[in-house]
C-alpha cells in the first residue's frame, strides 16, 4: 500500500479502505447457528489525520466448537483476497489453543450434575461457550476437563461484569463434592 497526503487520496493506495473490506469478510465467517464466532476485535491504521494510510491490521478472536470447525475457519482466513487494487494481505498467527469440545467433558460433568442435585442445588445446566482456558489444553490431551466451575456472574469482560457473592458458598460445596466424587473412583 502507498501513503500520499489526504488531500490527494488517488496517489495513494489506502489501507483503511482495504481493512474495512476484510473486516466485514472476516465477520462473515461466524456460523453462529454452531456456536462458531469469528470476531475482529483490535485495528488500527494510519499515522495521521492528513495522511491516506499505508498500512493497517486487525486482531482476530475465534471461537470454535471442534477442531474441524476452527480448520474451516483457519483456511478462510488464509485464503481472503484483496478487495482493494494495489493492496496485500498478510495473516499472522493461527490458533493458539484447541476446542474445548463436549465429549471432553459429558463424564466430568454427569459427576457434577448429580452432587448439585444431592446437595440441593437444583439442575446444574450446561452450556457452551466459545472460552478460552487452560482446559482447552487439557482436554486436547484427553483429559476430562470441567470449564467454568467458579463463581456465578454475568457480563464477561463488559462494563458490567460481576460476580454473585451469594452464590460463592454453593460453588464452593459443588466443587468439594466434585472433588470427593473423584476420590471414591479412584
Known amino acids: 500500500m502507498r501513503a500520499a497526503h489526504a488531500g490527494f487520496p488517488n496517489e495513494g493506495i489506502n489501507a483503511t479502505v482495504e481493512l474495512a473490506h476484510q473486516v466485514l469478510a472476516i465477520a462473515a465467517l461466524a456460523r453462529d447457528e454452531i456456536g462458531t464466532t469469528v470476531t475482529p476485535t483490535v485495528a488500527a491504521a494510519g499515522t495521521t489525520n492528513n495522511v491516506v494510510p ?4 486487525v486482531d482476530i478472536d475465534v471461537r470454535a466448537p471442534n477442531a474441524a470447525e476452527q480448520d ?20 499472522g498467527g493461527g490458533p493458539n489453543r484447541p476446542p474445548l469440545e463436549p465429549s471432553s467433558t459429558a463424564a466430568l460433568f454427569a459427576l457434577a450434575v448429580r452432587a448439585a442435585r444431592e446437595l440441593g442445588l437444583g439442575e446444574l445446566e450446561g452450556a457452551f461457550v466459545g472460552g478460552a482456558s487452560d482446559g482447552n489444553f487439557t482436554a486436547a490431551v484427553g483429559a476430562q476437563t470441567l470449564d ?3 463463581p456465578v456472574g454475568d457480563g464477561a469482560h463488559a462494563d458490567h461484569e460481576h460476580i454473585v457473592v451469594s452464590t460463592l458458598p454453593e460453588r464452593t460445596a459443588l466443587l468439594a463434592a466434585l472433588v470427593g466424587e473423584l476420590l471414591k473412583t479412584r
Do not use: C, F, I
Open 54 to 57: 499505508s498500512s493497517a491490521h
Open 72 to 91: 474451516r475457519v483457519d483456511a478462510a482466513l488464509r485464503n481472503l483476497t484483496p478487495a482493494v487494487q494495489g493492496t496485500q494481505l498478510e495473516l
Open 148 to 150: 467454568g466451575l467458579g
